[in-house]
């Protein structure tokens, strides 16, 4: 069945480096999703990318979606400890079935 | 206005029981979507349903089922627990399809002891 990977599993960072997320699908997507959930909580959606090589950003925060609609970033520029928590692609596929990545935890270290 | 709301948020059974959890939908929403959220697996999809209608559906064994009411509030229901089922089970609204932003409760945390 269709597969969203995500990579790295974790993330360590000195608060101020940047920070990198990918998603790679094994199908073609209608459009990927981004949610982050802080520790304890729940996911909280953030973005969706639809059209094929898009490019979004929210402040700090830069989202792609590849130009085959299979794979995904998302990059975060100077990361402040307010980042903290587990990053999620959630594909969806030709059926609008939504299926998350493992998700990408973040810690920051001040 | 209120979000989705799940109960319970914890409860602990034995192996064998059943468990029925419960979500309330925003007002308006008529989509909603369960998942189970492990830390060696995340998020993983057990179905959807919209207008009391089952429109998609994960991989799961037929133990997991669920169903939705008129009002959209939604059950899930899972029979002869397993050690395996402990996890977070979340459920997540949208307003009227699967392709928009998905808006989750707190979740229902449920250990199998």
């Known amino acids: 069945g269709q597969q969203v990977m995500q990579i790295p599993q974790y993330q360590h960072v000195q608060e101020g480096e940047d920070f990198t997320t990918y998603c790679n699908s094994s199908t073609t997507l209608s459009n990927i999703q981004w949610y982050k959930q802080r520790p304890g909580g729940h996911p909280v959606f953030l973005i969706q990318?639809?059209?094929?090589?898009e490019v979004k950003k929210q402040k700090r925060l830069t989202f792609q979606f590849g130009e085959a609609k299979k794979n995904s970033s998302l990059h975060i520029t100077a990361t402040q400890t307010t980042d903290v928590g587990t990053y999620f692609c959630?594909?969806?596929?030709?059926?609008?079935?939504?299926?998350f990545g493992q998700g990408t935890e973040l810690s920051v270290k001040p | 206005k209120a979000g989705v709301t799940q109960t319970p948020r914890y409860l602990i059974k034995t192996r064998g029981q059943q468990v029925t959890l419960s979500c309330s939908p925003i007002s308006g929403h008529r989509s909603v979507s369960w998942y189970q959220q492990t830390p060696g697996q995340g998020l993983q999809f057990l179905f959807e349903?919209?207008?009391?209608?089952?429109?998609n559906k994960g991989n799961f064994p037929g133990r997991f089922s669920g169903r939705q009411f008129s009002n959209s509030r939604s059950e899930m229901n899972v029979s002869t627990l397993e050690l395996g089922d402990s996890a977070l089970y979340l459920c997540a609204s949208t307003r009227d399809s699967s392709t928009g932003e998905l808006f989750f409760g707190e979740g229902s945390r449920l250990t199998v002891l």
């Open positions: 959630a594909g969806q596929n030709q059926g609008g079935k939504l299926i």
């Open positions: 349903y919209f207008s009391e209608t089952q429109r």
């Open positions: 990318l639809v059209k094929s090589g």
